[in-house]
């Protein structure tokens, strides 16, 4: 008997002082059994941290592999956004930069790992592909406050991730750069 997907039900007052975004969240997240808490919490701070008008989950989940884990479409149903999660492939970049006129990545993996398979590849656009490293060990704290039934405040000010959650506040540095960025 194959295991279901679990279900997360997580509200989120957002307060994204960085792009003047301010919103109340009621996110449902389907964890796929083979799916990490990272990656599903990763996921959940892509939508977040990239909510605008049109924003979406995936609606085949991680089964849709020509799927962006969360996009943002027109109303007409045109691609605006395509936003990643993880390590894709530098292919899988290179397709997204073509369907799309913006394209991001939220990664917890190694960024300069992510950057040497980029450089022996050719990936559209490269130089414009936003990536946001979020460190694994705030992930970790994250992971260990969340239940099936979460509500937390998420804030973003000046390049900073603050996520308050079950009486404590997590910190993190979150700043844009890109594949093309030399490791320093």
Request: zero cysteines.
């Amino acid at each position: 008997m194959a295991l279901g997907a679990l279900m997360y039900h997580v509200e989120i007052a957002l307060s994204d002082v960085d792009r003047s975004v301010y919103e109340a969240l009621d996110l449902r997240l389907a964890r796929h059994p083979s799916e990490s808490m990272r990656y599903l919490l990763t996921r959940m701070l892509a939508y977040a941290l990239s909510y605008e008008d049109g924003i979406q989950f995936s609606k085949g989940g991680l089964s849709q592999v020509d799927e962006p884990p969360v996009s943002v479409v027109d109303p007409t149903g045109l691609l605006l956004a395509w936003i990643d999660v993880g390590s894709p492939s530098a292919e899988r970049l290179h397709r997204a930069a073509k369907a799309a006129p913006r394209v991001s990545v939220f990664t917890y993996a190694n960024l300069a790992l992510l950057r040497k398979e980029a450089a022996s590849r050719v990936i559209h656009k490269m130089n414009e592909i936003a990536v946001w490293p979020i460190a694994g060990s705030f992930l970790d704290a994250l992971e260990s406050k969340m239940d099936r039934t979460t509500s937390m405040d998420l804030t973003r000010n000046d390049g900073r991730l603050y996520v308050s959650v079950g009486g404590e506040t997590f910190e993190a540095e979150l700043t844009e750069t890109t594949l093309a960025t030399p490791v320093g």
